[in-house]
């Protein structure tokens, strides 16, 4: 059956599907080599679903930067700001809805609440900016954004929110991501590193993929540059958001009413997701088998270290209820988490602040669930 698309600004969204793809910065985590997340015309082929995107920290900021006055013809290195201006228009062309909630979970974390809650009044504006603004600032027909195309969104809306102190979610993959470096630091090799680390987790931790797959990744001979910068408290943070924006991408996608996209430029997630997720056209058995082939990319077919660290894991997964394992003995509790973190990186004196107000947190059963969603704005004023 012959389709027909028609868009006021075809042509142009034609250019733009191009250049999202080009960039990759519009995926699609169960799909990531394909090219049908950048196509305009198969969001109108299925009108019931609804659609969301995760945008990563640095996505966010762009836009941000944007609805706050920057002019692009004084900035030299302008490509990424015109690229996430597409993104924008592309997304309110489709009416796929961003949702920034790990990005102002990251942001609060770095830089406090106050000026996180001025940020997102400020995501609030970008993300209600007319989709046309967006389209002629990433073909280069704009360099700047008038004021008076900005709705203007009130400020305070994080202040007044009850928000979890700490997202559970990063707390504990913090605890593995020091693990390893400490590990590390003990002069074992790499392979030895990673082989411990599966050890630990099992006998005195909790697993997660999504850390598993990007420490795998960061002390492969596949180490992507910048992955973590160095053994600073600051850098661990770092990396560690970036595990937390996975893990809660592979949460949300677990939702059978909404197909999630993410947008990110960082190389390292694309890579680690990768790795993460199964395909559509994938079996369990064919997902297993490309890890393999993965792993052993990244470790050397000569050695087998790759196949031996899955074998590892598979193994874990399958006695993972063991009684004897000292996290099903304290049956995951926040006293225990909070004692055996300090544990992981004796450099550090003070793993997590507010410690107590944690704890209470977990033992109430309050999550990243229970925090506040940075999407789209139902009370927007400026509708695309």
Known sequence: MEMFFTHERLDDFLIIEEKLKQKGILLDPQDIHSDHSTRLINYSIEPN???????????????ISLVNGLDLSSVKEAGCYREVAGLQ?????????????MAYHEYIDVNGIDKADNELASFRTADNLNANIYL????????VISSSDLSVFEKGELLGAQLPERLALFEKNIVIVKKALTLKEQGLTNYQTMLELVDWLYSDYFFSAPAFHFLSLYFSTEKVSGMIKSKSLKEVRNATWDITYLQQLAKVCQHDDEIWLFSTFDKAIKKTADLLFVR???????????LEQSYSTMWGKKNGYGRKLLSKLAQFAERGDNPDRKVNIHKGS?????????????????????????????????????????????????RR
């Open 49 to 63: 679903k609804k659609f969301k995107c995760l945008l990563d920290r640095n996505v966010v900021s762009y836009l």
């Open 334 to 382: 926040a006293d225990y988490q909070l004692n055996i973190s300090p544990l992981c990186h004796p450099l550090e004196k003070v793993v997590f602040t507010n410690l107590c107000h944690f704890s209470k947190l977990v033992k109430t059963g309050m999550t990243y669930d229970n925090s506040i969603r940075f999407s789209r704005s139902s009370k927007s004023t400026s």
């Open 280 to 290: 559509y056209d994938e079996l369990e058995d064919d997902y297993f088998n490309r």
């Open 136 to 143: 002629d600032i990433a073909l280069g027909k704009l360099n």
């Open 89 to 101: 228009a592309f997304l309110s062309a489709a009416n796929i809805e961003s949702e920034a909630c």
